[in-house]
């Protein structure tokens, strides 16, 4: 059973930073994908970042140049550093993980999810 573990989240002000971990159990890091999804409230879930089992990144238009996906295989972490913050960055954060496919948007999704660690940022 695949297992993954976020953490990391809190408050920010606008154009601070943070970094989010996720560690997972179960998997092979170096043959999965990975990646990181956010959902505000009252909207639909967003993909933001993927890495791809041979360390090729994705990032969603909305991110770009300001967060940076990474993982440390040897210790099955899963990061996200995320500078120049913004208030619209403001949502609840999810790693995820599937042995083939992490697809940001529609159709499909990674088969597994961890269960999330908020992120706030005002002033």
């Known amino acids: 059973q695949v297992q993954l573990e976020e953490s990391g989240g809190g408050s920010a002000q606008p154009g601070g930073s943070l970094r989010l971990s996720c560690v997972a159990s179960?998997?092979?890091?170096?043959?999965?994908?990975m990646a990181w999804f956010r959902q505000a409230p009252g909207k639909e879930r967003e993909g933001v970042a993927r890495?791809?089992?041979?360390?090729?990144?994705t990032y969603a238009d909305s991110v770009q140049g300001r967060f940076t996906i990474s993982k440390d295989n040897a210790k099955f972490t899963l990061y996200l550093l995320m500078n120049g913050l913004k208030p619209e960055d403001t949502a609840m954060y999810f790693c995820a993980a599937d042995r083939w496919s992490c697809p940001l948007g529609p159709p499909g999704e990674p088969r597994w999810w961890g269960q999330g660690t908020q992120v706030t940022v005002s002033s």
């Open positions: 890495i791809d089992a041979d360390g090729t990144t």
């Open positions: 179960q998997i092979y890091y170096n043959s999965y994908c």
